[in-house]
């Protein structure tokens, strides 16, 4: 079944598409936290941030279907699906982040932020880190590093070392901050020196592709001043950390405690229905649409704003924030107590949390990672693995992961590490 | 209420937004060719190709809501959606284009289109009409004249005259498909000159955007061989022409007659859900797949599949190719016997369909134009302009429109002209 599975897959979808797992799972159903196979076999889910409030939740199943038999068409005309959800949506965040577009996928979100920046400041150059991912559009691919774009990265482009707490920017943990800001403030230099000038950093707050290193709130300052200095913008990347993945707070940029200019959120917004959106300020919102007739046929649509706010009042009635705060410190407290050599750091921050794997002689321990990845596989249990080396374990379940299911997640983990070969 | 729906809309996402009319129509609810209003006045749908098989199709919605009730997520794991869907629909090509690509908008797909020509050719120039639209992402708005993009046209963009039957390229509409091959051919040695060397031709194959000109079947032969012979891709935006609505065929290119290299599919392909998709040949995929590692995370979910399934089965099912085949005919026939002063062409492909508007100084009519689309509008008819000077009618009904629903509209635009001042 798998084998004919991927078969067609080649045949229809081409070489080198995707998967996880090398034995593919071949999922029929979800629900919650579960999700379960063609054979009836049942995975707790502690992977997938898309289905935010839990698997085909029925209040957002409802909603869809009931505005999908209502009416469903674009923003020419007047709706007030649209206004509702924007109007509820940007109250939750500060800074005079106060307007939207509303798009489909997080990588229209961020090539909007690109030309927000280059609207307001007249330049073309842009700094990212050296092992993140924003999104898949020519102009969005060459900010990212886990797939190089076509055609290589071009000039306008500039990569500072990603953030990382088992081996730090600068060397040590105290320096970071400060080494970090000083490669932005020399990519900034870089890009003014060879034409293109600086129009913008765009980064995730908590560094999620990068590895999410156990930073702590201010790392950022010495880097936002250097920023400010400059006359860039800070476009900030929530489509991981945002609408209460990380528990503290509903936006990354708040829990790390800067300003960005420009927030784009994606995957978790409408629990699966594409939806995703640009947030920002008055005076760069109006720079962008004066220098550019933007138009998203089904951006904003009645079904995907109804999508999205029946997920925004599950994620306030079922207090899932909360809950990713206190499930999230209680998995960590886990991860913590775990005992085992390759364990460089635990770590993580609300429902986002995992542990790096390094081996005694300093190396990255990948190979072993995946190994214990496809071991949870066998078990019943999703989750990946990310960073610079792929040697962190990565768990990002749905928001309504419970304390049973951290326990049910925490003795597979143990048990799978004891039996895994360390020389893997 | 439109006055203050207008005052959130500015407040919430800003200024330059798009609407349609001065009045814009607030609407509330859809079925079928129909739509109504806040106040409960009812509207024929004379304009709006993404509710493809008519608004809020029950079957649709049932696919939908049965989907998003069951499971909805990436293809990283294995799913019957996409791989049911990718088979049903590639069936429907030729030219060897079998293997397919989904994503959520036709900006998506072109932004793809555009890579895919890159990574066959190794060049990076491109040629598009001057007076079209192709998407909103960084990369394809370079290739839109209707919005110009941020940052003006590159050099790695050329744009040639548009197709046109009341003002020929070339001057006679017997010297046109030459004429604008020759221009091709300019743009190409231009692109060859400036270094960027040339990777492809996008271009709608009705071109629907420049106003849909009244070609016949070859007139892009002359073009074909000049872009065969200079090694590049022809990209083929199918988003207006495909899923039958030219009534001949179910693809453009079929009926124009010509084989592409890419096909990009958008807005009516899951009734109004957010979906789109590449098509193209094996060694076309292989080339594009090999070079990047694309994956869209809500492309080809299994509630997009099943949305698009279910569009596929209506419209095979309610013969609504045939339809638009028959009532397109019966439209333009209609359309031919209206006599006035100012047109000067009726024209039309199945349910595509107008009427362009000259003055008898030979200059377009865009202000009359502009108030018949306001006059129908107060009759309770949506339908638009479109072309260069924006002086021609567009009619682009979904596709169960019936004889009845042209015979209302036309005998509505019939009073709407005999009223309008021929010097509006």
Redesign the interface.
Known sequence: M?AE??A??A??????????YED???????EGVW?WDADGRRYLDCY?N??HVG??H?K??EA??RQ?????????????G??DY??RL?AKFSHDL????M??????AN?IA??MA??VTGK?GFIATDNTYHG????V?QLST??????GYPDHVRLVPAPDTVRPVGGKLENQPDAFAENVARAIAELDANGHGFAGFMLCPTFANEGFPALSPGFLDPTVEVIRKAGGLILCDEVQPGFGRIGAEWWGHDWLGFAPDVVTL??PMA????VAAVVTR?DV??A???????????GG?P??CAAALATLDVLEDENLIQNARDVGAYALDRLQRIDHPLKAEARGLGLFFGIEFVRPDGTPAGPFTAAVVEGMRQEGILLNRIGRHMNTLKMRPPMPFGRDHVDLAMDTLEAILARTPYDT
């Open positions: 798998t599975m991927l067609r897959r045949r229809l979808m081409g070489p080198n598409v995707p998967t996880f593919p799972v071949h999922l029929v159903r979800a999700l997938n898309v289905p698997h085909c029925p957002v199943v869809i279907a999908s038999a209502t009416l469903n068409t674009h923003t020419r005309y007047l709706h007030d649209v206004l924007t109007e940007t106060r307007q939207m577009i798009v489909c996928t997080g990588s229209e090539d690109l030309r280059q609207a073309t898949n559009t020519s102009a691919s886990r797939r190089p774009p076509i055609g994606g995957k629990n699966g229905h594409p008055p919102m109006a962008f649409r004066e220098a550019f007739g933007y138009f998203n046929t089904f649509n079904v995907s």
